[in-house]
């Protein structure tokens, strides 16, 4: 048994956001079991003593006899505060997670900052071996408009689109225009993945090249190094994803 399509993600997606929440629905359930079903050749580990990265937008400023000086936020200051956390792609408000990056320029990109703006960066060390459910490492990663015009026939095709979908709704980043609905279909998976007994998440960066993770407990990993980064060049990168349309010219 597996997925009966790939469009499986896109209905429960659409199931609770729209329709059905916090009571799961038959189609619900039918798709959170093919998950599990899915989970064991997608579970990865993650060493201890492992270094991660993550950053937040500005820093300390200390005063001295020679001046000011700026240091990186304290260790504290680096870690969300426990039952304080704010809605996010993994967590619902309320419930902190710790979001990491295995790449010091993807962490800092995550944010998004403006030209000469300075951060906080702050390498983390994993205390113990994790169980993480890997998102993003399938043999073809697909899209919505690749299924529509192509659409995978196998069952493993089939799969490998799922998780592509799933990867990318982790992916997205969070903005303040976001509708808490728009985190649901992730953080009702995050906690799957935490009651199924894994100790976090990890899928593709959408801001650099690197890959982020969700680890459920804030103590699995600690801050080692902290330090000041200032925005030196922003740039983006743009790729058409709709048909485009001519306008007939008047004769």
């Given at each position: 048994m597996g997925f009966n399509s790939w469009r499986d993600f896109q209905d429960f997606e659409r199931e609770v956001k729209l329709e059905n929440r916090f009571v799961h629905s038959p189609l619900v359930s039918e798709f959170l079991a093919n998950i599990k079903r899915t989970l064991p050749p997608r579970e990865r580990s993650l060493a201890k003593e492992s270094i991660l990265y993550r950053a937040q937008i500005g820093h300390d400023e200390h005063e001295l006899e020679g001046g000011p000086e700026i240091t990186g936020y304290a260790a504290q200051r680096m870690k969300p505060i426990p039952n304080k956390g704010k809605e996010g792609r993994g967590n619902p408000k309320g419930i902190s997670y710790l979001y990491l990056s295995n790449d010091e320029n993807t962490a800092l990109a995550e944010l998004r900052p403006h030209l000469g703006q300075r951060l906080s960066s702050a390498q983390f060390e994993i205390q113990k071996n994790l169980r993480l459910v890997d998102c993003y490492s399938?043999?073809?990663?697909?899209?919505?408009?690749?299924?529509?015009?192509?659409?995978?026939?196998?069952?493993?095709?089939?799969?490998?689109?799922?998780?592509?979908?799933?990867?990318?709704?982790?992916?997205?980043?969070?903005?303040?225009?976001?509708?808490?609905?728009?985190?649901?279909?992730?953080?009702?998976?995050?906690?799957?993945?935490?009651?199924?007994?894994?100790?976090?998440?990890?899928?593709?960066?959408?801001?650099?090249?690197?890959?982020?993770?969700?680890?459920?407990q804030l103590d699995a990993a600690e801050v080692v190094t902290c330090t000041v980064m200032e925005t030196k060049l922003v740039s983006f990168e743009f790729s058409e994803c709709a048909n485009r349309y001519y306008v007939q010219k008047k004769p």
């Open positions: 399938v043999p073809h990663h697909y899209s919505h408009v690749e299924c529509i015009f192509n659409p995978p026939v196998s069952q493993e095709d089939i799969g490998n689109a799922v998780w592509s979908m799933i990867n990318e709704a982790f992916t997205k980043p969070v903005t303040n225009a976001d509708d808490a609905s728009d985190y649901v279909p992730t953080q009702i998976l995050a906690e799957f993945f935490k009651s199924q007994g894994y100790d976090g998440v990890c899928f593709k960066s959408s801001m650099g090249g690197g890959h982020n993770f969700i680890l459920f």
